[in-house]
């Protein structure tokens, strides 16, 4: 019965780490935004400014040890999103279009910049909205069905 709900918990978890890291990755967005806008400097160094919490902090840290160990942005880049943690239940569009951001990011000028964090903000908005509303939708049925499934297990196994 126990792992019945250990399993719904965990699906339920799964949506609540991908709405988690959704916000955190608009957040991260806007932040490279403003450096850009602001402060005009280097992209490990806009990095290495960034306040982001967890799961996303995982992610910025990867990118940064990356980027010392003299990648190429774009390589740095996708090693990271590549090493981006299943648990975190992010759906293949949610991987996209973090990469899409990633390979256009420091590749034009300044307002070509913005427009670009600007636009992969409001997809990204998008994409959390969808996982606000599977988290709301969805985490308690994964986790009566995984209570359901533990009980319907323990009355076969007695």
């Keep these: ?9 965990t699906a339920s978890k799964r949506l ?3 709405q988690k890291f959704l916000r955190q990755y608009i957040s991260f967005i806007n932040q490279i935004k403003t450096q850009i806008e602001y402060n005009g400097s280097s992209l490990a160094v806009i990095f290495s400014l ?3 919490d967890k799961p996303f902090s995982v992610f910025v840290s990867d990118m940064i040890n990356n980027l010392d160990s003299n990648n190429t942005f774009i390589n740095s880049w996708n090693n990271s999103v590549g090493n981006l943690d299943k648990s975190l239940g992010l759906k293949s569009d949610d991987i996209s279009i973090i990469n899409e951001f990633g390979q256009g990011l420091g590749i034009s000028d300044i307002t070509g910049q913005i427009s ?11 994409h959390y909205q969808d996982a606000k509303d599977c988290m709301t939708k969805k985490s308690k049925l994964y986790k ?4 359901m499934l533990g009980i319907a297990i323990s009355i076969v196994i007695i």
């Design 50 to 52: 960034c306040n982001v």
């Design 1 to 9: 019965m126990v792992s019945g709900l250990m399993l719904g918990v």
């Design 116 to 126: 670009h964090c600007n636009l992969h903000s409001a997809l990204a908005e998008e």
């Design 144 to 147: 009566t069905m995984g209570l």
């Design 16 to 18: 609540d780490n991908r």
